[in-house]
C-alpha cells in the first residue's frame, strides 16, 4: 500500500506527525502532547505499550477479567486453535463467531450465522492467514502482536430481536479525578451510528469520529450502572483505557480492552474536545 511505503520512506515518527496534520489538521506534539488524540500517539511510540498485550490479547485477558469482576462477565467460548482445519466446524454450533485473539478487530473477527451457508474452506484459509499478520507493526501498536495468537470461537449474543447488541465502550480516564465518557455504537456491521453521554447520563456536546451519524434519542439501559462499575473495576490500573461492554437480555458481558482507541486517527469535534479529553488523561 502507499500508505506503507511512505511510512518506511520518511519513518514512523515522520509518517504520525504527517498523517496527524492531514487528519486532525493540526500538529502534532509528541515530546509534550496535550490532545487526546496527541497522547494516544505518544502511548503507541513508548516502550512501555508492550506491557498492554497480555490485556489487548482477546485469550488471555480472560483471566485478567475473570478475576477482576467475575467469569460469569465473559462471553462463554466454546473453542479455540492454533490453526483450524474445516473438520474442526462439524463440532461447531450452526451460529458463532470467529475471531483472533490479535488485532483491533475488523477483518479478524466474522459473525456466523448459519454455517450450512460458508464457505468453510475460505473461511479456514482466511483465519489462518489472519492468525498470523502482525497488524501491530502496521499500525504502531506492537503490543497486538502477541506471542501465541490463537482462532477463538465464541457464542454468538443476539438481543431479544435477534440483533446484534450496542457496543457500551467507557473511556475511562483515572487521574486525580477519575471521569467517564459512555460511547454507544450501534448497527456497526449496516447503519453504524455512534452516541456520546456522561457518566450522568447526559448527551455530551462533541462527538469522536463524526462520519458516523449520531442518535440523541437513545435511551440508557437500566444495566447502564452496573456496566460501569464493572467498567470502572476493569480500568483501576490504568490512567487511560476503554473498556467495551456489552448488555443483552438484562445480562452483562465483556468485549475487549483498547488502549489506544481509533489508533489515534478518530477526529473530535468540535476540536476544542480533543484538548479537553487530553486534560483528562
Known sequence: MIRDCIRIIIGKRNYIKLRF????????NLKNPKTWNEKIQSRKLSSKSIDYAKFVDKYTVREYVGTKIGSEYLIPLIAKFEKIQVSDFASLPNQFVIKTSNGGGGKNVKIIYDKKSEDLAKLTKDFNKYVTNKIGHKIDEYFYDIEKPQILIEELMLDDFGNIPCDYKFHIFNSAESRVIIQIDQGRFTNHRRS?????????????????????????????????????????DFDYVRIDMYSI?????FGEMTFCHGSGWEPVSPKCYDKILGSYW
Do not use: W
Not at 469520529?209 to 450502572?225: C, E, F, R
Not at 437480555?249 to 458481558?253: A, D, L, Q, V
Open 249 to 253: 437480555n438484562g445480562n452483562i458481558y
Open 21 to 28: 496534520f492531514i487528519t486532525h489538521r493540526y500538529f502534532c
Open 196 to 236: 456520546l453521554y456522561s457518566e450522568n447520563g447526559e448527551i455530551l456536546p462533541f462527538n469522536i469520529q463524526p462520519k458516523y451519524g449520531s442518535v440523541n434519542d437513545y435511551t440508557l439501559p437500566a444495566s447502564i450502572i452496573p456496566m460501569l462499575n464493572k467498567a470502572k473495576k476493569l480500568a483501576e
